[in-house]
């Protein structure tokens, strides 16, 4: 009987921090300012871009990330792939296409930027070099103070 209770206790705490990625940054926009919190804004070329794939597996994807995440971001993320395009409206369409105008006008990918909860850009990280969780967060928290 123990052992079931440490195993159901170990699941749980697995799945406690999961994450909610937005799509929608109007509405991320809305949960900043009534969280205080900053904006995570993730682009992506999930079908074309190994950088993105490994950024997503080895950080995004972690218990550690996610905990520090719930804490400190409304995350978005925009994935520009073939994927996605299915289920996303004309107007979501649109609209991404005008973040990117704002937030990406180079269309580099990965790209993450942190943005305050008035959408104004606090700071910017490309290139993933395949650091730890720790060391993402480190980079994130230098750029944006979380």
Wanted: net charge neutral; aromatic share 10%; hydrophobic share 40%.
């Amino acid at each position: 009987m123990k052992n079931i209770l440490i195993a159901l206790l170990v699941i749980s705490s697995v799945n406690g921090y999961s994450q909610v990625w937005n799509n929608n940054i109007d509405e991320a926009v809305k949960q900043a300012s009534k969280t205080n919190k900053q904006i995570l804004l993730f682009f992506s070329v999930s079908e074309q871009c190994d950088n993105c794939i490994s950024l997503e597996k080895n950080v995004f994807k972690t218990d550690e990330f996610n905990l520090f995440a719930n804490d400190n971001y409304i995350l978005v993320k925009l994935d520009f792939s073939n994927k996605p395009a299915g289920s996303m409206t004309p107007e979501m369409l649109e609209n991404n296409l005008l973040i990117v105008e704002k937030y990406n006008k180079d269309g580099f990918f990965p790209l993450v930027v942190l943005l305050n909860k008035d959408s104004k850009v606090i700071g910017k990280t490309g290139i993933y070099k395949q650091e730890t969780p720790s060391q993402y967060i480190n980079i994130l928290q230098s750029l944006g103070k979380a």
